[in-house]
C-alpha cells in the first residue's frame, strides 16, 4: 500500500501563525507537526509516500523531509495549487496512486492509542472497498459523521451536519483500493467549492463495501487545526513523553523499528542532532537492537 499526506491548505484558522508558514511545519512540543501522521505511515509498514504540498511551501517540505532515504522509505511531493478538499489529494496522486491501495493522511492530524498497530494492519490488508475510523466528539458539526444503525454497520455519511443523532466524526485517515482516483474524479464540488471527502466515501456506502472502525475510548485523535487544539496536542505530547520516557512521532525511531534503516544509520541520524535532547535519545536507542530497545510500544505515532 501507498501513503498520500495531504499537506496544503492556507491554515487559515491558525492565522496569522500560518501567514509566513503552513501549519503542518509548526511544532507540537518537539517536533514538525508532518512527523506525527509520518511516523504513522512507517508503522503501517507504508514506504512509498507522496505529501502534497502548496507551491510556495514546497521547498521548506524538501528540505526538512528531503526524499525520505535517509529513514528508508520513498518520498516524492504533489504541488495543490489551490485546496479544493480532501478529495483532491487523490485527484493530484491519480499516478503516484498507479491503481494500488492508499492510505491518506491530513498532514494536521495525530493518532495515539493501545492497538494502533493492529488498527493499521486490517488497513493495509486493504484490498477492496474503503475503510474509515471514526472518533466520539462533542461537536460532531465541525466534521463529517458517520450514522451507523443497529448491528453497527454505516448507514449514512453527512458533512458538518446541523443536526444528527450521531456523534462519530470521521477522523482524517482513510484507507482505499485502488479505484479511490477514479471515483474521486466523478466527484462535483460541493456549495463550498470542494471535493467533499465525504462525497467519495459515500460511493464507498452506496456500493456496500464501506468499513467504519469506531476507535474505543483511551484513544486520542487530535486535529490540530486550531491554536487551541494545536496547544493540547503538544501538552498530549509533552505529557506523555515526560511520563513514559518514550517519543511520539519519532520518525528515526519507527523507520528503526520497521528496519527501514540500520543501527548505524540511526547513529548517523543521531550524531547530526545530538547537541539537543532528541539526538540523545536517537542516541540511546542505538545503543539496542531494533528488536529489543528501550521505548517500543504499539502506540507511538
Not at 140 to 152: F, S
Amino acid at each position: 500500500m501507498k501513503g498520500i499526506i495531504l499537506a496544503g491548505g492556507t491554515g487559515s484558522r491558525l492565522g496569522p501563525l500560518t501567514a509566513s508558514v503552513c501549519k503542518q511545519l509548526l511544532p507540537v512540543y518537539d517536533k514538525p507537526l508532518i512527523y506525527y501522521p509520518l511516523t504513522l505511515l512507517l508503522s503501517a509498514k507504508i514506504r512509498e509516500i507522496l505529501v502534497i504540498v502548496t507551491p510556495q511551501d514546497y521547498k521548506h517540505f524538501q528540505r526538512l523531509l528531503q526524499d525520505g532515504s535517509q529513514w528508508g522509505i520513498s518520498i516524492t511531493y504533489a504541488l495543490q495549487p489551490k485546496p479544493e478538499g480532501i478529495a483532491q489529494a487523490l485527484i493530484l496522486g491519480d499516478s503516484f496512486i498507479g491503481g494500488e491501495p492508499v492510505a491518506l493522511i491530513l498532514g494536521d492530524n495525530l493518532f495515539h492509542g493501545t492497538h494502533l498497530v493492529d488498527i493499521l494492519a486490517h488497513g493495509t490488508s486493504l484490498t477492496e472497498g474503503a475503510l474509515l475510523l471514526a472518533y466520539e466528539v462533542d461537536d460532531p458539526n465541525r466534521y463529517g459523521v458517520v450514522e451507523m444503525d443497529a448491528l453497527g454497520n454505516p448507514w449514512r455519511l453527512v458533512e458538518k451536519p446541523q443536526h444528527t443523532t450521531s456523534r462519530l466524526a470521521i477522523t482524517g485517515l482513510y484507507f482505499y483500493d485502488g479505484q479511490a482516483p477514479a471515483l474521486a474524479h466523478t466527484l462535483t464540488k460541493s456549495a463550498r467549492q470542494e471535493y467533499e471527502i465525504t462525497d467519495l466515501n459515500a460511493l464507498y456506502l452506496q456500493q456496500g463495501t464501506l468499513q467504519v472502525h469506531v476507535l474505543e475510548r483511551g484513544f486520542a485523535w487530535l486535529d490540530t487545526g486550531t491554536p487551541e487544539t494545536l496547544l493540547q496536542a503538544a501538552l498530549y505530547v509533552h505529557t506523555l513523553q515526560n511520563r513514559q520516557g518514550v517519543k511520539i512521532g519519532c520518525v528515526e525511531e519507527e523507520a528503526y523499528r520497521q528496519g527501514f534503516i540500520s543501527q548505524g544509520e540511526l547513529r548517523l541520524l543521531a550524531e547530526a542532532v545530538c547537541h539537543n535532547a532528541y539526538g540523545q535519545y536517537l542516541l540511546r536507542l542505538a545503543d539496542y537492537p531494533a528488536s529489543c530497545s528501550a521505548g517500543y510500544h504499539n502506540a507511538c505515532c
